[in-house]
């Protein structure tokens, strides 16, 4: 069998007719940045996570650097975030020339630790970014007890999340702003890049709209320095159609996720890999599957071997990247950070995959740790 991490091909097929004709009325209307098909996917979108406003831009990672701009952060701000992230979270504070703070993550859910926070702030930190990875929302109700307290914003990175939930509310509300990535590999993935703010806050929701365009307003008068990240016309009518399908997928992929347990527990594999746990209160939307498994590196190989596709999500941590070095934290700043970086695999999880190929997936796990 070949099972790849991600079949894209086999979520567009049954989609193609509907999304041709869309992009076929993009083009005769010839109309490519921002405009109505955009306010008619941000409105859509805000709808969908139950937030008042959603203010569309060209990526997860702009998304991220105009939450902070929104917020006032730069030179001389501290920003607390998790290590163990995509690049994108820690690098949106530092182009602002603020500096990241980095907390270690929680074993199991390999979100930010809240026991954490607390001592982690100082008088220079203006906002707190937690991540929901890989489809599961940190710990919000804690997060904004502790930022609450020291009136600082929190964002919520929630690039791998759409559709996720905690407490009975979906990630977009769950902090002052929440970031949204529609890379093709997302739950919600375009045919490019693309991103999506959310917030309740008229105040934020006005200057994310201002600093997208230029920090403009009205056409070349120009009151901050923005940047251009706006979202196209041809996204925004991919990611609509999509978006009608996403519940359906997210369920697909939590059907896979307790199909494998169940898998996994059959073989008696459990003391050799450690499944995804998720929290009370949380809704898992599983934008990776990703286990704990001894002999990483081999097993990974040995499915290679065999057909399967993985992923390692995330190799290194951010505080011991080239880049971060000057910040001068050495290995053994953040153990459990460093430990899932040694120890994660990221499985084929996508909603068409079949009950056939997931057991194959398993079998030829088994057949690794019993050779
Ligand atoms: C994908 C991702 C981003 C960045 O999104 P892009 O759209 O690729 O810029 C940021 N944070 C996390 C956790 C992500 O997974």
């Known amino acids: ?62 998304a991220l650097l105009l939450s902070l701009m929104a917020m006032g952060v730069g030179h001389g701000d501290e920003v607390i975030t998790v290590p163990f992230t995509f ?20 074993r199991d859910t390999f979100n930010l630790d809240p026991a954490q926070l607390e001592r982690a702030i100082t008088p220079r930190t203006k906002a707190i970014i937690p991540v929901h990875l890989f489809g599961q929302c940190a710990d919000m109700e804690a997060i904004n007890r502790i930022a609450h307290a020291h ?42 890049d693309g991103g999506m703010i959310t917030t309740n806050e008229q105040t934020l929701a006005d200057s994310l709209s201002m600093l997208r365009v230029h920090g403009s307003r009205v056409r070349y008068l120009h009151e901050a320095i923005g940047i251009n990240s ?4 041809l ?45 009370p209160g949380n809704f898992h939307v599983y934008n990776q599957y990703t286990v704990r498994v001894s002999k990483r590196d081999e097993l990974r ?3 290679k071997d065999k057909g399967v596709g993985t992923e390692i999500y995330y190799p290194l941590p951010m505080h011991l990247q080239q880049c971060y070095q000057d910040i001068g934290h050495r290995t053994g700043a953040f153990p459990e950070s460093e430990r899932a970086a040694e120890e994660v ?27």
């Not at 994108?88 to 703070?101: D, E, F, M, Q, Y």
């Not at 706006?230 to 016309?233: H, I, P, T, V, Y």
Request: proline share 4%; aromatic share 10%.
């Open 151 to 192: 009136k600082i914003p929190v964002i919520e990175d929630a690039c791998q999340a759409i559709g996720a939930g905690q407490g009975g509310k979906r990630a977009g509300v769950l902090g002052e702003t929440a970031c949204f990535s529609f890379f093709p590999s997302k739950n919600l993935g375009g045919f490019g």
């Open 1 to 62: 069998m070949n099972i790849p991490l991600l079949d894209l091909k086999a979520q567009f097929q049954p989609l193609r007719a509907e999304i041709m004709a869309a992009v076929q009325t993009v083009c005769d209307e010839q109309g490519f940045i921002l405009g109505p098909r955009v306010v008619a996917f941000e409105e859509a979108v805000a709808k969908y996570t139950g937030a008042r406003y959603a203010i569309s831009c060209a990526s997860g990672s702009d």
């Open 235 to 279: 996204q925004a009518v991919v990611l609509h159609i999509k978006l009608k399908y996403l519940d359906q997928w997210a369920e697909g992929r939590r059907r896979n996720a307790a199909r494998y347990e169940q898998l996994f527990k059959d073989a008696g594999l459990l003391d050799r890999v450690t499944l995804p746990v998720t929290r």
């Open 87 to 106: 690049f994108a979270t820690a690098g949106a504070i530092s182009r602002l020339g603020a500096k990241p703070v980095f907390i270690d993550i929680q």
């Open 345 to 371: 695999l990221s499985l084929p999880i996508f909603a068409e995959l079949t009950e056939a190929q997931l057991a194959y997936v398993v079998e030829m796990m088994a057949g690794f740790y019993t050779r």
């Open 301 to 303: 190989a040995y499915l």
């Open 230 to 233: 706006r979202l196209d016309a």
